[in-house]
């Protein structure tokens, strides 16, 4: 879901002890908190380890603040580490590198037709969740920052307890506690064929069929990576589309090739009931329609990680979903409590919440958060095809009236696609007709997460330096697909008059 695409180093942002020191302008934001050496323990405490937490810390830390930090799990690295973004990705670039190679030709002539078990795909992911926790603890280690074990709660507006029998005192708190699978009433959890996002990556045996209750982002993909594996799939949606907030070509695109591969997909359902049983799941909808499949995954929403952080004793309040509500400045009703990350809500991305953080720790050294494009969070989504965007889409400008020209590039017509076998996919330009500026970019097909980020880079230029023409002056390697950019851009200038 945005989309953090994943680098060597973490979530899709940078190594956060690399975080760069930059020399920002004049400080236009008062401190929240002034560092109070003597008066508390800590000038900030941040509470959480994923993304979040780290960008927060390792900035304050950077900047000469006292910092330290909780972690309830007994590793570091958030849900982002350990059944989010990392364990999905992995086991995603496991059943696709698989089923590539056990679908070649050449394999199947020599006769491999295995069918890998889910303990073997999921078998490399432990080695990576443990490379980014060593490579994480380095950070807080290397940057003198302490780490408390167990679960923290303010007792007041300047203290928490740690259920190790800590006590600490902070001028200021970090909130990045993340979030958790939504789990209604009336669903049997403990049974064992019915899953949420945090408990599948535990699935042993693989099913022969499963439904997937939700199609946001999480849903789509674990749709599509069952599928890829061979399995049946049912993706309720209780929507009239897929993941709305695309453009609607990439939707379209999107529903085509999920249908195309095999996905069952039903729009606008909602649950009666979910009934588990020894040989399966029934799921009743609300319509009238009744399922059942080996297997049951619950994708429907997610709950801020907030009622057992001792919000009763501070004036802040969670909403029903249990996410805290911030300013601009990531601040609280209490300006020396920030919060960060899936805590606050959408996007939900690593991406987002480790920028956040950073946001955070920059305002808190009273520094101007205004070099972080905290506005310009991409889209990025691991289904096949892979889907990524940045900037507005057809829809917003349509409904703002934007004169706007579109520019196309089908990956079919690329060479570097045609010599790898991923023709699937598009990168299609939205600019303004008279300034040719980029308004929106999308992208559909093998690696858009990282295609995106060349029209991302344009796209943020100043002024007359974000225009399509860069794309048509420039001399791309060949064959790349980068090239696709010169494809659309040219594509789009064909259609001015
Ligand atoms: C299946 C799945 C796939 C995803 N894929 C992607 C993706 O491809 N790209 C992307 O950008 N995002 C993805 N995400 C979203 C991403 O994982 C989250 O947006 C990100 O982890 C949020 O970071 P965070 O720092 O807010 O919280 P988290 O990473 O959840 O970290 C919160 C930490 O706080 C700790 N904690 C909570 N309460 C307390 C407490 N009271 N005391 C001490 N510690 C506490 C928790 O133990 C946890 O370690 C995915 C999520 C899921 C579920």
């Not at 930090?69 to 590793?75: D, M």
């Not at 300006?335 to 987002?352: E, K, N, R, T, W």
């Not at 929106?440 to 097909?445: E, L, R, S, T």
């Not at 943020?460 to 002056?473: A, C, K, L, V």
Request: proline share 5%; aromatic share 8%.
């Amino acid at each position: 879901m945005s989309s953090a695409t994943e680098s060597s180093s973490s979530n899709g942002a940078a190594s956060p002890d690399e975080t760069p020191d930059i020399n920002l302008p004049a400080p236009e934001a008062k401190p929240a908190a002034k560092p109070a050496p003597d008066k508390f323990d800590f000038d900030l405490f941040v509470i959480g380890t994923g993304p979040g937490g780290e960008g927060a810390a390792m900035q304050a830390a950077k900047g000469g603040l006292r910092v330290g930090v909780a972690e309830r799990y007994r590793q570091i690295g958030g849900g982002c580490t350990h059944w989010g973004t990392i364990p999905s990705k992995a086991l995603r670039y496991a059943v696709t590198s698989t089923m590539k190679s056990l679908k070649n030709p050449v394999m199947r002539e020599m006769g491999f037709a295995a069918s890998p078990s889910m303990e073997q795909l999921n078998r490399g992911t432990q080695a990576i969740i443990g490379r980014q926790v060593t490579m994480r603890q380095s950070f807080y280690d290397r940057n003198s920052v302490p780490i408390s074990r167990g679960q923290a709660r303010f007792v007041d507006e300047h203290t928490i307890t740690i259920d190790n029998g800590e006590l600490i005192t902070a001028a200021a708190f970090v909130i990045s506690t993340g979030s958790r699978p939504y789990r209604p009433k009336g669903v049997d959890f403990s049974h064992p064929r019915i899953f949420d996002s945090d408990t599948i990556l535990e699935m042993k045996d693989k099913p022969t069929s499963i439904t997937v209750y939700g199609a946001g982002v999480i849903g789509t993909e674990y749709a599509s990576m069952f599928r890829n594996l061979g399995i049946k799939v049912n993706l309720i949606n209780t929507r009239d589309k897929l993941l709305e907030f695309l453009d609607d070509e990439i939707i379209d695109a999107l529903s085509y090739h999920l249908r195309d591969q095999g996905v069952i997909i039903r729009h606008n359902e909602t649950m009666e009931s979910i009934e588990g049983l020894d040989d399966g799941v029934i799921l009743r909808l609300k319509s009238g329609k009744v399922l059942k499949t080996d297997v049951f995954l619950w994708a429907n929403g997610r709950q801020g990680n907030t009622d057992d952080l001792g919000l009763k004793n501070l004036p802040i309040e969670a909403n029903s979903r249990g996410q805290i509500v911030v300013d601009e400045h990531f601040q609280t009703c209490l300006p020396h409590i920030y919060a960060v990350g899936d805590v606050i809500g959408i996007p939900s991305l690593a991406s987002a919440a480790y920028t956040q953080g950073r946001a955070a720790g920059m305002h808190l050294l009273g520094r101007v958060d205004g070099n972080l494009r905290l506005n310009d969070i991409p889209t990025g989504i691991y289904t096949s095809p892979e889907i990524s965007s940045v900037g507005s889409t057809e829809r917003e400008l349509t409904e703002r009236c934007v004169p706007y020209e579109v520019g196309q590039a089908q990956f079919r017509s690329l060479a570097r696609a045609q010599i790898t076998g991923e023709t699937t996919g598009m990168l299609k330009l939205l600019f303004h007709r008279e300034t040719k500026e980029i308004l929106g970019v999308h992208c559909f097909g093998a690696n858009a997460s990282e295609i995106i980020h060349i029209g991302q880079a344009i796209m943020n230029q100043p002024g007359r330096q974000n225009t399509i023409d860069y794309f048509i002056e420039t001399t791309f390697n060949y064959p790349t697909m980068a090239e696709a950019y010169r494809v659309a851009a040219l594509n789009g200038l064909n259609r001015l008059f």
